[in-house]
């Protein structure tokens, strides 16, 4: 016959041993979710180096717009000054001094224009909105799998999971580990 304390070990044993079969799915499952969570958070600082990128080359080219612009005043300054020479004397040294800037000016405008594009082309904003669209829904995915679900709130009660998974300081402030 058995004993009292023979049955509470027994049944000691048995909870044990099924709270240490059931922990092993719950380890697995804090671990994919811990290097989910890691490969996460370096595709949003990708994302944000990104928007940064993008934000730089708005303005390079919002500077570039205004040299342009500059440039097209002074244009359109020197384009009166070359029908006044065309209209009185044209082989004067000032009509030449005008042909002359003008001329420089439609260059440095050709150029200004070709830096214009070619900035824009450098960091598109479609591109930018694609990686974070889709680091947008890897995220939500993420939080429906790994913080907003029957599982993760199985792994965090369950001590023997928790504590092999989420065994330091810094493992505990992470989305996978933490109880909010």
């Known amino acids: 016959m058995w ?13 044990m041993w ?13 671990k994919r979710c811990l290097i989910e969570e890691q490969q996460l958070n370096q595709a949003a600082m990708q994302v944000n180096q990104h928007q940064q ?39 004067t040294p000032y009509c030449h001094n005008v042909r002359d800037q003008h001329q420089k000016l439609q260059q ?20 930018y909105e694609l990686m974070r669209d889709d680091y947008e829904q890897k995220l939500a995915r993420f939080q429906m799998r790994c913080r907003n679900s029957n599982q993760h709130y199985a792994f965090i009660q369950n001590p023997e999971a928790y504590s092999a998974v989420c065994h330091n300081e810094t493992l505990k402030q992470t989305q996978t580990c933490s109880f909010l």
């Open 108 to 127: 440095r405008i050709q150029d200004t224009q070709q830096a214009l594009i070619d900035e824009e082309e450098t960091v598109s904003l479609y591109s």
């Open 3 to 15: 004993s009292v304390k023979q049955n509470l070990m027994v049944t000691a044993l048995a909870i």
């Open 53 to 91: 990128n993008h934000q730089q080359a708005q303005q390079v080219s919002q500077g570039i717009k205004q040299q342009l612009q500059h440039y097209e005043a002074q244009q359109a300054r020197l384009a009166t000054s070359i029908k006044e020479c065309q209209q009185t004397s044209k082989n």
């Open 18 to 30: 099924s709270t240490h079969t059931f922990a092993h799915p719950l380890i697995e499952f804090g």
